[in-house]
């Protein structure tokens, strides 16, 4: 049984999974489901990733961990909300807690507009 750790530790392979195109499917399909926190989160690394300055080992995490989000079969079944998002969250937040030191005001703007353009409430205590 995969764990968190290990998860983590590999989450590389989970990039294979990540394209635009399912990123914005899958916003879409959570924006009525979880919390507005992991798409802000998610959306934070979606444009970082978009950055020129963003090295190739850092957007190799980010597609990781994204693709972890689009994939439906991961450690906790996304069929099961709002748990099965937990693992999502984690996975997210760790990755963003890497490439922190990228995410500039910009991008904070960028994520913010995307989730008002969704009809999402945008609390500021959220990050």
């Known amino acids: 049984m995969k764990s968190l750790r290990n998860i983590l530790t590999n989450l590389s392979k ?34 970082t990733l978009k950055a020129p300055n963003v090295s190739l080992k850092k957007k190799t995490l980010i597609c990781g961990a994204l693709g972890y989000l689009i994939l439906p079969t991961d450690l906790i079944p ?35 507009g995307k989730l008002i353009s969704l009809g999402l409430y945008y609390d500021e205590t959220v990050r």
């Open 78 to 112: 996304d069929a099961l909300v709002p748990i099965g998002y937990t693992d999502d969250l984690a996975v997210i937040m760790y990755v963003v807690g890497l490439v922190k030191n990228e995410i500039t005001p910009e991008i904070e703007s960028k994520a913010k």
């Open 14 to 47: 989970y990039s294979k999974y990540f394209n635009e195109s399912k990123f914005w499917k899958k916003i879409k399909f959570i924006a009525a489901k979880v919390s507005v926190k992991i798409i802000y989160y998610a959306l934070l690394l979606f444009y």
